[in-house]
């Protein structure tokens, strides 16, 4: 066994015994694997040919006909496959389900084999794509998952995104550093449905003197109620408040006998 492997194998049991967590990768747009891609443009090769539209066309060899089928290239965005035959120029529009159209008058020539588009979402949900040349009319869906980040702080007072602050002892208004609990107990952060969340950053401290202090725990918990991470303000502070944390089910603030102050908090919703 070489020295690298040892090491990698070593690596886990360093970590735990330095308290260091890993720390999840942030939450962005997946893009589909370029298998994937090549799958599914097989398999549009295949409806053409069954519909009589592959290869290159002549305008008189097939009647006039449309296709359309769609393909998520990541989370947000979607790439369109179509193609028609029709002898004389027609307007076709490509209608992206947002708002967005694309026009294009006969799209495919007889010069190639299909025509594509690819068009990203502003905003997450299940859109209708159609394709309308004349009165022929293709539709497909997609869902997109578009990740945007939210900011919770002293300005909005701390409210968005679904997200709730509790302590056993209430929730203070004087903002002396941040968002802080009326009594010496913890600040709990969570979704109000239940759901989990993903954590981008967060800014705490202690709130005696609004200092990053080792005294001060940030802890997120998985939704099996398994530790995350475990930071010290000081930690964070050190790390630019940035934690990349996904899957979160709660955070809780925490300062023994005195007070743990919430300035910021960025969640990706």
Excluded at 105 to 130: E, F, R
Excluded at 205 to 220: F, G, K, L, P, R
Excluded at 249 to 264: A, E, L, P, Q, Y
């Amino acid at each position: 066994m070489n020295r690298t492997r040892i090491a990698l194998l070593l690596l886990p049991l360093l970590l735990a015994a330095c308290g260091a967590q890993p720390t999840p990768a942030p939450r962005t747009a997946t893009a589909v694997p370029d298998t994937a891609r090549l799958n599914f443009e097989a398999k549009v090769q295949a409806d053409l040919q069954a519909l009589g539209l592959a290869g290159n066309l002549s305008a008189q060899a097939v009647a006039p006909k449309a296709y359309l089928n769609v393909l998520k290239l990541s989370d947000d965005t979607v790439r369109a496959y179509f193609k028609t035959s029709y002898a004389a120029p027609t307007t076709c529009a490509l209608d992206w389900g947002d708002g967005s159209v694309s026009s294009v008058v006969t799209p495919t020539p007889s010069t190639k084999s299909i025509d594509t588009a690819d068009h990203p979402y502003s905003a997450s949900g299940t859109y209708t794509i159609k394709l309308t040349c004349g009165t022929d009319v293709k539709t497909a869906s997609f869902s997109a998952v578009v990740v945007k980040e939210i900011t919770l702080n002293k300005s909005n007072n701390f409210t968005g995104a679904g997200i709730q602050f509790t302590s056993p002892s209430g929730i203070g208004t004087d903002y002396q550093c941040g968002l802080s609990s009326v009594g010496e107990s913890d600040i709990t952060i969570s979704k109000t449905d239940g759901t989990l969340f993903n954590v981008k950053s967060i800014d705490a401290m202690q709130e005696s003197d609004c200092t990053y202090s080792n005294s001060v725990h940030i802890i997120a918990y998985s939704a099996s109620g398994s530790v995350i991470a475990d930071l010290t303000s000081a930690q964070l502070k050190a790390q630019n408040l940035i934690v990349n944390w996904s899957g979160v089910k709660r955070v809780v603030c925490t300062f023994g006998n005195d007070f743990c102050d919430i300035r910021s908090l960025v969640v990706l919703q």
